[in-house]
Each structure stands twice: as structure tokens, then as C-alpha cells.
């Protein structure tokens, strides 16, 4: 198995994550949370949410409407441009991205290019192909009880639009200083032709993104500035190593319609090197289009100064499921002990599901398992995510705890009572130690 299967398989036997609609076969591109999932998931939007707007003074947070007026997206240029290149196999009617069957192509690849590559369908190996055409990767919907043309809207693409139509409501109502960031997390929603990579590149994603408003003239230093913080976030609160991220500039041919200077910082998961985020400076764009569509002024009006302009911005974004498969790929960890391969998961204590294992040495001796309730209570009202364990041998419930990440295992034996101190077992070193109760 690769290393991409090992961790699939242990997303899925630990109850991290399953397959979207499992029970009906699946759904493509789909994937659930399950309940060490969601803790985890919740963890790392928790400690985005914490370091990039509660410990400042120039973020504000928005929670904006998944379905969005679709004017909205003619002017943001979603309509026109949001595509990939489809290619259909007239052969078998197999259907892929062109791009991704030609070696160094871009997203503009035409048709010339694609045929004179003399790429076999990965299907039926023929090579009898239509041509490249866009395909819109935007989830098309009706909305209300008539369903014609007239009542067409989309679910988000990104997150970003929110965060743009309610620059102005921001502005009048909360009255920041520029330089000043509105950040929202929340579900957005891709049409991909070809979802892969486990949660890499699904159809559903949760992104976190900040729209980070300056004078024009000042975008160069916030682009730089939120790029460090980013590297910082990366580095010391998600766990990840420096050396597995890199900052890739991108050249204007690849950027997206909107961006004046991208760089991608990409990461070495297990199947290579993908994008895990961007930061993309969008100059004035989004706000001068919002005020073309709208008719209303997007200016900025400096309290200090008095200069009136239309802000520009610097966009880091960052998808929630590709930064959680970066995690758990840093984390998955096999070593061995006393001669047995064992798995384990190194995440950081703030992000692991449960920070502490309880258990009685014995479930079937009362004293133990009663003493081993009120130091579990205790920890419990202190962590929260304290979990309790007292299932099979002690060596399996180490297993268990070391696959889904748990950083201490606290158990209590018959010394406990009595002389008050419990063993507690690193996940990573695997050392046990005697600790007193009050100094856990
Ligand atoms: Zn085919």
C-alpha cells in the first residue's frame, strides 16, 4: 500500500473519515467527517480562527449566505472564466481534463495542443477525441418553486464573493482602519471533472479565506507580510516541517483572471507535490466590478487624511481538507517497538482529538475503575477532550490511542490507590512515567 492508502485506510478504521453516502455506494468527489474527523477538523479552523482574527485588532469575520445573488458571479468573472478544459473520448465518451493528461500542460490548453500530444484515453486507449472545450466548474441550481432560466443561481465557488459584497456593510457599520482584513470560513462548492486524491481534490470543500484591504500603493508589503504569518501558522500550530512546504511564484499565464501576483505555497503530500494554498494579490478587481454591477461606491474614505480610493487587496486562501490531509500526512508516523511495526499519529496536542486516554488497569476490579472515574472527571472538566478507554488489553487500547493520535495515556493500578500516583505513557517515545494525581 502507499502511504496515501495507509492513511486513507486509517482515516476510515479509526472513524476519521468515510466516503460521502457509503451506504448508498458513494457519491464522487464527496467525503463525511466522522467523529474523530470533525474534532480534528473543527481544531485546525479553531486555530486558524484564533490566529488570524481573534488575537488581532485588523480582522473582522463574516458568515455570508452560501447562495449568493447570481449577479454575483458575472461580476467577479466566475461565469466567463471559472472552466477547466474537457475533453470527451468519442470512443467510450469517457470525459477528462485535458490538462491533466498531457505532460507541463496549463488550464489553456486548445485543442492543437492537446491532439498533437497523441494521449490514449486512460479508459479505452484509443485516441479518437473531441474537442478541448471549457467546462464551467460552478454547481448550477434552481432556486424557489419555478425552474427555468430566469431562477438559476449557483453554489459559492469560494468563499470570497461573501467577504466582497459585505465590504461595504463592514465598513459602515464597524468603521476599520486600513489597513483591516475580513476573513469568513465556509462551505464551497467546485463541479471538478476528475475529483482525486482522497480529500485533495473533492466537489465539496470548507475554505478559509481572508480579504486583506490596503492602500494601493501599500499591497506589496501586506502580500509579504501575510505570507510569513502564513509560513508561521503552517509551521508552528499545524505541525508542519518547513522543508515539505514551498512558495512557488506563479507565472501570469497560469494565474487566475483576477490576480496581478500569486504565489503558491505547495506541499509534499505522500502521492507528491500539490498546492495546499495561495496568496494572491487581486488589486482593486473584485471591489471596482462589485461597484460597476451594484452602482454603488465602493470607496474607502481615509478618517485621518481624507483621501477617498477604492481599496486593493491581498487574498490568502486556504482549502480546510487539503491543510488536514497535509497534517495527518506530517503526522502518520510507523515505527517500530519491541519488534512490532506500529502506526501512530504525531499531531500537535492542540489539534489532536483527545489530549489524554483514561483508563482503569482492569475493568473488571471496582476500585480501579472508581478511582480511575474521578481522575478521568477531573480531566474531563479541566480538557474537554479527555476520553475514556477500557476496552481489550492495555497494549491494544496504546495501539488504539497511538493510531488516533492521543499524546498521553493516564491509567490506573493498584498502586494508585495506594500512593495517589498514576503511569502515564507518552504516545511518541512510548516511555511510561509515575506522575502524582494533582500534577497531571
Ligand atoms: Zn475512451
Known sequence: MSKLEDIV?????????FPGSDVYGGMAGTWDFGPLGVSLKRKIMDAWWNYFVDSRDDMYGVDAAIIMNPITWKASGHTETFND???????????????????????SITTEEFLAANVKCPTCGKTDWGDVRKFNMMFKMTVGPVADDEHIAYLRPETAQGIFTNYKNVVDTIYPDIPFGIAQQGKAFR????????????????QMEIEYFVRPDAWEEAFEQLLKEYHFFLTEKMGLSANNIHDEEVPAEDRAHYSKRTVDLEYDYPNGREELMGVA??????????????????????????????????????????????VLAEAYTEDEIDGNT?????????????????????????????KARTVYDALKAKYGNVTWDDSGNIGKRYRKQDEIGTPKCVVIDFDTLEDDTVTVRDRDTAEQVRVAIDEL
Open 281 to 326: 494579490y487581486r488589486t482593486d478587481f473584485d471591489l471596482s466590478n462589485i461597484a460597476k454591477a451594484s452602482g454603488k461606491s465602493m470607496e474607502y474614505r481615509d478618517k485621518n487624511t481624507g483621501e477617498v480610493f477604492v481599496p486593493h487587496v491581498v487574498e490568502p486562501s486556504i482549502g480546510v481538507e487539503r491543510l488536514m490531509l497535509a
Open 342 to 370: 506500529r502506526v501512530l499519529l504525531k499531531l500537535p496536542a492542540d489539534l489532536a482529538p483527545y489530549r489524554f486516554c483514561v483508563s482503569p488497569l482492569l475493568k473488571n476490579k471496582p476500585e480501579l475503575v472508581e
Open 191 to 206: 463541479n471538478e471533472i476528475s475529483p482525486r486524491d482522497f480529500i485533495l481534490r473533492d466537489r465539496e470543500c470548507s
Open 85 to 107: 478544459p474537457l475533453v470527451e473520448c468519442k470512443a467510450c465518451h469517457g470525459r477528462f481534463r485535458a490538462d491533466k493528461l498531457v505532460d507541463n500542460a496549463t488550464e
Open 9 to 17: 485506510s486509517l482515516c476510515k478504521r479509526r472513524g476519521f473519515i
